[in-house]
C-alpha cells in the first residue's frame, strides 16, 4: 500500500494576518513526505467557495512542491478537464515535469459545482465527455503529438508543446465520486483511479475496484491499474484524544461543504429547496458524518486502529491511500502527527510481508 498526502483546506479556516502562512501545512508537510519515503503529495482545483479554496491551480502548487522536494511524486487531486483546453494543461504540467525532474501525474475531472463553470459555461452539460476526450488529447501532446489550431488571424496552425517533458508517458488518473461509470471509464482508458469515502462504503469500493480491474483487463492487457483512496487522517497515540482533538474542526469542515454536496444533486431533484432546511437539519446531516468518518471512513485515533482501515482498504482493491490532512486541526498539530503516518506506512508494509495485517508491535 503506498501512502500519500493530500490537500483540500478550507480557506475560512486558513491561518491568517501578518506573517500568517495559509500554505505552510502545503509545504512543511510535501517536505517531510519527501524525507519519510511517502508516495505522492495531491493539490486539487477548486474555485469561486472557501472550501477548497486555497487551490484554484494545481500546476502553481506542484510547481511550489518541485521547489522544495526531490523524490515525492507531485500530482493533480484534480484537474477540473471542462475548464481548460488541453494544450494549456500540458504545458502547465509539462513545465511542473521538468521542475521536478519528472515526477508529476495528473487525475482528471468532469467538475461537480456549476459554478466553477463561470470559466467556461458552455461545457458544463457535456462534461463528462469532456473530460474523457481532454485526458486523451493531453496525453498525446505529452507524447511530442500536434495539434490542429486556428491562430488569431484565422490562419490554420499545427503546434506542439514546449517545454517537453521529462516523463514519455504522463501518469493518468479519472477523478470518480462513486459513480461506477467512472471507473469502468477508466478501465477503458488505461487510467488510473482517483477516489474517496465520502459517498460510498469500503464494501461498495470493492465492487467498483473489481469491475475497474475486469475492464481494464480487457482493453489493456498486463496492465496492473491503480486505484488511489483519500481519506481523511489524523492519528496520535490515544484514539479519545484525537477524536476530542477533530471533533470541531472535521465538524465544521464538513458543515462547510454541505451546501455544495446538497446543490449539486439539485440536478437529480431540481425542485429541492437548499434553503428550506432547518439548522437543526443540518446539524443532524455533519453529525451524522462525523460518526460516520470517524468510526468507518478514516484514518482516526491510534496507528493501530488506523491499521484496521488501511487492511479493509487494500481488500478491497485500493494501492494507494491519499491522506487528507488540511481539514481545520491546527497546523503545528497536523504536522506533528506526520510521524505517525509514517509509523503507518511502516506497520502496514510489515504485516502485509508477515500477512497478519499489522506489523509487529502496534498498539491498538
Sequence with gaps: MDFSLFYFADDSTAPTGPGASRYR?????????DEAGLTAVWTPERHFHPFGGLYPN???????????TRR????????????????????????VDNLSGGRVGVSFASGWHAVDFALRPDAYRDRRRITLRTMEDVRELWRGGERAVRDGAGGGARVRIFPPPVQRELPVWLTSAGDPGTFRAAGEAGAGVLTHLLGQSIDELAGKTA???????????????????MVHTFLGDDTDEVRAAVRGPLRAYLGSSVELVVR???????????????????????ESSFGRYFDERGLFGTVGR?????????????????????????TAEVLKGLGHIARLREAAAAGARAGTGIGPGVRR
Design 306 to 330: 488506523a491499521a484496521a482501515v488501511v487492511e479493509r482498504l487494500r481488500a478491497a482493491g485500493a494501492d494507494e491511500i491519499a491522506c487528507l490532512i488540511d481539514f481545520g486541526v491546527g
Design 25 to 33: 501545512i502545503l509545504l512543511d508537510g510535501a517536505r517531510f513526505a
Design 58 to 68: 494545481p500546476a502553481v502548487t506542484g510547481a511550489a512542491l518541485a521547489a522544495v
Design 264 to 286: 449539486s444533486a439539485l440536478a437529480l431533484d431540481p425542485g429541492f429547496d437548499f434553503g428550506a432546511l432547518e439548522q437543526e437539519d443540518i446539524d443532524f446531516l455533519v
Design 211 to 229: 469491475e475497474y480491474r475486469r475492464v481494464l483487463a480487457k482493453h489493456h492487457p498486463g496492465e496492473p491499474g491503480h486505484v488511489t483512496v
Design 72 to 95: 515525492v511524486r507531485i500530482r493533480a487531486g484534480s484537474v477540473v478537464a471542462p475548464l481548460h483546453d488541453p494544450l494549456r494543461i500540458a504545458e502547465e504540467w509539462s513545465v
